[in-house]
C-alpha cells in the first residue's frame, strides 16, 4: 500500500527538550511538508522540501527545524523554543499533479 | 485579512439533506482548488480536486468554482451520517504551497 506514516501517535513533550516527528512516504513523491493544527484553525505552515537536501520555511517555523536526507523521509525536530507546542502536526506529499496527500497526525502534548 | 475565509459553523442537518459548503478567498493568482475531508483526530483525505472555474462532479460530492467571485463551494446530495466531519477549503497558485480554510464542521443527523 502507498501512503504517508507519521510516528508516534501520541508524543508527550518535557519542558526544555527537544522532541522528533518521523514522517515517511513511499508515494515517490518529491515534495513533501509539514504543517501544524490548532483547534479552530486551518493548517499552517512549518517547513516544505521540494527535494532532497534542501528545504524551506513555512509561515510558523520558529522553534521547529527539519532535515531531508533522504526522499522518503522529513522529520520534524520541536525544539525548546518552541514555547507553545501542543497541536497536531501533520505530514503531507505532494504528486506531480499538484495534489497533496496528508499523513494521519501526531498529537503532542506538553507534560 | 485572511487570504483563505471558511464559515467554521458548525453545520448540523438531517440524514438526506444537501449539505452546502463554501469558501471565499482574496489572491486571484490561485488556480487550483481543493476540497479535503477530516475525521476527528485523523488526517486529511483528498475529496475533490478542480482546475479554474467550473462545476466538477464525483458521486454525492459537487464542487464549484467561481473564479470571477472569488468563491468555491462543495455540495454533498443525500447526508449520510458518515459524512460528519470537518471540511477543509484549500488552493494554490502554480507552485508547492497551498492555503487552507479553517474548515467546516458538520454533523449529519441519522
Known amino acids: 500500500d502507498g501512503g504517508i506514516t507519521q510516528s508516534p501517535k501520541y508524543l508527550f513533550r518535557k519542558e526544555g527538550q527537544n522532541v522528533t516527528l518521523s514522517c515517511e512516504q513511499n508515494?515517490?513523491?518529491?515534495?513533501m511538508y509539514w504543517y501544524r493544527q490548532d483547534p479552530g484553525q486551518g493548517l499552517r505552515l512549518i517547513y516544505y522540501?521540494?527535494?532532497?537536501?534542501?528545504?524551506q520555511k513555512g509561515d510558523i517555523a520558529e522553534g521547529y527545524s527539519v532535515s531531508r536526507e533522504k526522499k522518503e523521509s522529513f522529520p520534524l525536530t520541536v525544539t525548546s523554543a518552541q514555547k507553545n507546542p501542543t497541536a497536531f502536526y501533520l505530514c503531507?506529499?505532494?504528486?506531480?499533479?499538484?495534489?497533496?496527500?496528508f499523513g494521519p497526525g501526531t498529537r503532542l502534548l506538553v507534560l | 485579512q485572511k487570504e483563505v475565509e471558511q464559515d467554521p459553523g458548525p453545520l448540523s442537518v438531517p440524514e438526506g439533506a444537501i449539505v452546502s459548503l463554501n469558501c471565499t478567498y482574496s489572491?486571484?493568482?490561485?488556480?487550483?482548488f481543493m476540497w479535503y475531508r477530516q475525521y476527528s483526530r485523523k488526517g486529511p483525505e483528498l475529496l475533490m480536486y478542480?482546475?479554474?472555474?467550473g462545476n466538477k462532479e464525483d458521486g454525492r460530492f459537487t464542487a464549484q468554482v467561481d473564479k470571477s467571485s472569488k468563491y468555491i463551494s462543495l455540495f454533498i446530495r443525500d447526508s449520510q451520517p458518515s459524512d460528519s466531519a470537518t471540511y477543509l477549503c484549500?488552493?494554490?497558485?502554480?507552485?508547492?504551497?497551498?492555503?487552507f480554510g479553517a474548515g467546516t464542521t458538520v454533523t449529519v443527523r441519522a
Open positions: 503531507a506529499s505532494m504528486s506531480l499533479q499538484g495534489t497533496q496527500y
Open positions: 508515494l515517490n513523491h518529491d515534495a
Open positions: 522540501s521540494q527535494i532532497v537536501n534542501d528545504f
Open positions: 489572491n486571484s493568482a490561485f488556480q487550483y
Open positions: 478542480t482546475y479554474s472555474s
Open positions: 484549500a488552493m494554490k497558485e502554480n507552485d508547492y504551497k497551498l492555503s
